[in-house]
């Protein structure tokens, strides 16, 4: 079992930027594959970013490749979201997931992570 928090979310003007961070317990993080969603108010839950449990492999959705950057550092149990040019539509409440994984590799773009945390609200203005 492993339990998420996020942090790092916060209120800022289109163009700037965040840094979203995920601590994760326990003591086999290096054997989570983790991603970031996000959910805009009346919309459903969609993909974001996802990074492979040895950290070798990403992936992002097409509305935030070249601005967001997903890395993770096992030996702090740790993932980040670097959100970069950030926009108004970016607006949403962004959730960490985690899961277990034996494909070192492999990127998990789709929602079904065993794991998950209660967000943070990220709110660009514009």
């Known amino acids: 079992q492993v339990q998420l928090v996020e942090s790092g979310g916060g209120s800022v003007q289109a163009g700037g930027s965040l840094r979203l961070s995920c601590a994760a317990s326990?003591?086999?993080?290096?054997?989570?594959?983790m991603g970031w969603f996000r959910q805009a108010p009346g919309k459903e839950r969609e993909f974001v970013a996802a990074?492979?449990?040895?950290?070798?492999?990403?992936g992002y959705a097409d509305s935030v490749k070249g601005r967001f950057t997903i890395s993770r550092d096992n030996a702090k149990n740790t993932v980040y979201l670097q959100m970069n040019s950030l926009k108004s539509e970016d607006t949403a409440v962004y959730y960490c997931?985690?899961?277990?994984?034996?494909?070192?590799?492999?990127?998990?773009?789709?929602?079904?992570?065993?794991?998950w945390g209660r967000g943070t609200q990220v709110t660009v203005s514009s």
């Open positions: 997931a985690a899961r277990w994984t034996v494909s070192s590799g492999f990127v998990y773009r789709d929602p079904k992570y065993a794991y």
């Open positions: 326990g003591r086999t993080f290096s054997g989570y594959a």
């Open positions: 990074i492979s449990q040895s950290g070798t492999g990403t």
